[in-house]
């Protein structure tokens, strides 16, 4: 079953949205139910439209709505698939820490630990809680 939730960096004041289980023909009717704005959802089929040909995720953004997306079409069953969410994780680490002007070097590397380390305890959390409902 498809899943979609938010994860707030209170730290950096940025959210990620996560949609996971989620076919590229559903992506849009899910953002809608969750609210994740048509500007998001746009950008997010646009990115799919161009790059998820045989993907196993995505993680895309959407700065003027300060928003960073990571889908997942399939449900987390396997240890392959938390590896395909890591990497994902890694691309939206990157991302948002030189958006904000962060290099990564040696001196900066256990903010992007930190950073790794708290998006996926709560997306795998989020996700543990998704089932329970």
Excluded: R
């Excluded at 849009?28 to 998001?40: K, P, R, V």
């Excluded at 904000?100 to 790794?116: F, I, K, N, R, V």
Aim: with cysteine; glycine share 4%; aromatic share 14%.
């Amino acid at each position: 079953m498809a899943k979609a939730f938010e994860v707030h960096i209170p730290i950096y004041k940025k959210y990620i949205y996560v949609l996971v289980g989620t076919p590229k023909e559903s992506v849009e009717t899910l953002m809608e139910q969750y609210d994740f704005g048509d500007t998001n959802a746009k950008i997010l089929i646009e990115h799919l439209d161009k790059h998820s040909n045989g993907s196993n995720g995505l993680f895309t953004w959407n700065e003027d709505s300060n928003t960073y997306i990571i889908w997942l079409p399939q449900e987390p069953d396997t240890i392959v698939w938390e590896g395909v969410l890591l990497h994902e994780i890694n691309h939206a680490v990157f991302y948002l820490l030189d958006k904000l002007g962060m290099e990564h070097t040696a001196a900066s590397d256990e903010a992007y630990s930190y950073l790794s380390e708290y998006l996926y305890v709560e997306i795998m959390t989020k996700f543990e809680e998704c089932k329970e409902e």
